[in-house]
């Protein structure tokens, strides 16, 4: 069969125009790739990094006038300077994650801490380590899939690659089958740094594996004012033929953070993606989370569970290119929003002609729990293929007065019935991640909330 | 069951009520004792429903007036978990579905909640599971019915089940029926007021609104009240249920010189 895809309807893919750049340099921008490209690489990498940061140095930050970043305005972002700190401030006395596997990778300002890593039993073919820890790697293998998935050319993508100093490498040969979840521990420590964690994963035709990755604030206990930093982050995960992937992102960054975040993920045919992604840090967080299946029967799954108060706005976009028959997407994205922070959902789906007899489902559901918290809510499905099954929605409700009585006439009382309520909203999403400590510590924070 | 000399459960006196700053409840008196049951009938919007929220303690039915004393405390002082840890209950019209609380979680949750008011022990998730399978057969509910999420995707007999599932564990002092019977094909009917039977003491109270007959031959009231335009107009015995079924209620509301057709 001989099928034509249409261009890649992922974002930003295409080239920007330089000579439009050229002439509307930004200085801001300019001057956060000068800070962060000081490091410099062997041969190929740094032919990619130099181009990256070349790139950047013509691009300009969105505004609120491009239509992807509408209700999500960076402005507060130029207020603050951001400087480059590779010092650990962490002992593994006070680490601050719950270790939740004995295969761990922990990065401190993108910098690998072995003592606080662990390597455990890996079955043989798998690789688990940060990138620099492997001198005898054929740079080639790593080379085919490093900063080459689809809008690779997206501004904070390029910033992060414009920087690429060591990288989380998670490599799966063929039918390789990791039981245990491998945990990915991104910790930011410090006030007005910038950081930038990569993570590519590889899973080879037929593998299998789980990962869970975190993004983290430590906070120096001298310190009483919350941390301001910008933590930009880019995984890209290769699914290929027949292999499983399930993902699970946790993002806690400081509640004053700026935390823009890329998943891109490439599946082949026959393959199984889950992502259970979890935003709940940040005063302006973004995650973009971009999918293309390149081949037929391509299973996509995307939980994604946002909770945020105060003047905290969480942003998620997602975009997922269906390509090819048979195959099948189901979303469902949950924000629970209090105080006057504000939730953005926008979900694209596309269904190019091609892509006959596919199934995709998505919905986005919000909780409001205050008069003052706002939610903008975008699903987006585009078909043109005709025999497909597709459905999309979105919802926005508030606890209701009769449910909390119905609970409160039954002896538990307002604020537990409160709790048990939004718990149970939280639930759908968290009860699909398969390590079941990080569920419990994540049914806590939701506990907490409110 | 009429008791000599039992003790008083309830005692509601000159109870007025608005919702929406609309008076609904217009001088309510009624005096309920243990063992007792008692039917309150009457017509649609004659407050009935009403009444049973306001003795539940339903923040949006504002009590103008009047006094309600529950086993010797002021009732309407409580908040409505303390209404019901301290031994009311209150089986609604239409339960409500909510979607991710696991019935079992809930029913252990509400009834450690009413242990806890009574000075006993919460008891563990194992020995709960025990008293929740024991319950279950007061309703011929199955034990999936306790993995699903509360009420979802319930049929009206389930939920109406699911209810006296609840009052079963909670053991109420005053059972409140809101219309338990609407709705319910016989066998169903015949399952919840056989489980209702089942729960009824020398110690307990039940009051049971409701619109129809029909439940009354399957819970057998001491006592029959018609309730119109926010009072109770007229109470008998059994037998007044009767006469109900085969009158109708504009004989009553016309001797009692409620205007009728309204």
Redesign the interface.
């Known amino acids: 069969m001989n099928i034509q895809v249409s261009p890649s309807p992922i974002p930003n893919s295409r080239e920007a125009s330089l000579s439009n750049g050229l002439l509307n340099k930004d200085a801001y921008l300019s001057g956060l790739v000068d800070i962060v490209s000081t490091t410099k690489s062997e041969g190929w990498l740094q032919e990619l990094k130099d181009n990256a940061a070349n790139w950047v140095r013509h691009s300009k930050l969105p505004t609120k006038n491009d239509e992807e970043w509408r209700f999500t305005d960076l402005s507060a972002l130029r207020q603050f300077d951001f400087n480059v700190e590779t010092k650990n401030f962490v002992s593994p006395d006070s680490a601050p994650f719950t270790a939740i596997s004995d295969t761990r990778l922990v990065f401190v300002n993108g910098v690998f801490v072995k003592e606080l890593s662990a390597i455990a039993n890996l079955p043989e073919g798998v690789v688990v380590s940060n990138l620099a820890g492997l001198p005898n790697l054929d740079g080639e293998l790593v080379k085919e899939y490093l900063a080459q998935a689809e809008g690779a050319k997206e501004v904070f993508t390029a910033l992060n690659t414009a920087a690429i100093d060591d990288v989380a490498l998670i490599w799966l040969s063929r039918n390789a089958v990791v039981e245990t979840p491998i945990h990915l521990v991104f910790i930011t420590a410090g006030d007005r740094i910038i950081t930038q964690p990569r993570c590519l994963v590889v899973a080879k035709k037929g593998s299998e594996v789980t990962l869970v990755e975190e993004f983290i604030n430590y906070a120096s206990p001298e310190k009483e004012q919350q941390e301001v930093y910008l933590n930009n982050t880019v995984t890209e995960i290769w699914v290929e033929e027949n292999a499983g992937v399930n993902h699970t992102r946790v993002e806690r960054d400081s509640i004053d953070a700026f935390h823009i975040g890329k998943t891109a993920v490439t599946q082949a045919r026959n393959s199984r993606y889950t992502c259970n992604a979890i935003s709940l840090g940040g005063r302006l967080s973004r995650h973009n989370l971009e999918i293309l299946q390149t081949g037929e029967q391509t299973e996509t799954t995307l939980n994604g569970l946002t909770i945020i108060s105060g003047n905290q706005l969480a942003d998620t976009h997602s975009a997922l290119a269906l390509n090819y028959p048979y195959s099948s997407s189901k979303q469902l994205q949950k924000n629970i929003v209090g105080d006057k922070a504000h939730g953005v959902f926008n979900g694209k789906i596309f269904v190019p002609k091609p892509a006959q007899l596919t199934d995709a489902s998505q919905l986005n559901r919000n909780l409001l729990l205050s008069p003052q918290a706002r939610v903008d809510t975008k699903p987006q499905l585009e078909i043109t293929a005709d025999n497909v099954k597709c459905a999309h929605g979105a919802t926005v409700s508030q606890l209701?007065?009769?449910?909390i009585?119905?609970?409160?006439?039954?002896?538990?009382?307002?604020n537990?019935s409160r709790h048990?309520?939004i718990?149970?909203?939280a639930?759908?999403i968290i009860n699909n991640i398969p390590v079941p400590s990080l569920r419990q510590n994540l049914t806590q924070i939701v506990n907490k909330f409110s | 069951m009429i008791v000599e000399n039992s003790k008083v459960v309830l005692s509601v006196k000159d109870l007025t009520a608005n919702v929406d700053g609309n008076q609904i409840l217009k001088g309510v008196n009624l005096e309920v004792r243990a063992g007792e049951i008692h039917a309150i009938m009457g017509p649609n919007g004659s407050g009935k429903s009403t009444f049973s929220k306001v003795l539940a303690g339903h923040p949006a039915y504002e009590v103008t007036g009047g006094e309600v004393v529950f086993q010797g405390g002021n009732l309407l002082e409580m908040e409505p978990e303390e209404r019901a840890r301290s031994g009311v209950f209150l089986a609604f019209q239409y339960p409500l579905e909510i979607p991710g609380v696991s019935n079992l979680d809930f029913l252990r949750v509400a009834y450690n909640s009413r242990r806890k008011a009574q000075g006993l022990e919460e008891i563990d998730t194992f020995d709960f599971d025990d008293l929740v399978e024991e319950k279950l057969e007061v309703v011929k509910m199955d034990s999936a019915f306790l993995s699903r999420s509360l009420n979802e995707g319930f049929s009206g007999g389930e939920k109406k089940r699911n209810e006296i599932l609840q009052m079963a564990l909670l053991e109420p002092d005053l059972a409140i029926l809101d219309e338990t019977d609407s709705g319910l094909d016989i066998d169903a009917l015949k399952i919840v007021a056989n489980g209702v039977n089942q729960l009824t003491s020398p110690e307990n109270a039940t009051i049971m609104i409701t619109h129809y007959q029909r439940l009354l031959n399957y819970i057998v009231p001491d006592y029959v009240h018609v309730m119109a335009k926010g009072r109770i107009i007229k109470s008998g015995g059994k037998e007044l249920a009767l006469e109900l079924e085969s009158r109708g209620y504009d004989w009553i509301l016309e001797s009692a010189g409620v205007e009728v057709g309204v």
């Open positions: 209701e007065d009769d449910e009585f119905y609970l409160q006439s039954r002896g538990i009382d307002e537990n048990l309520l718990n149970a909203f639930a759908e």
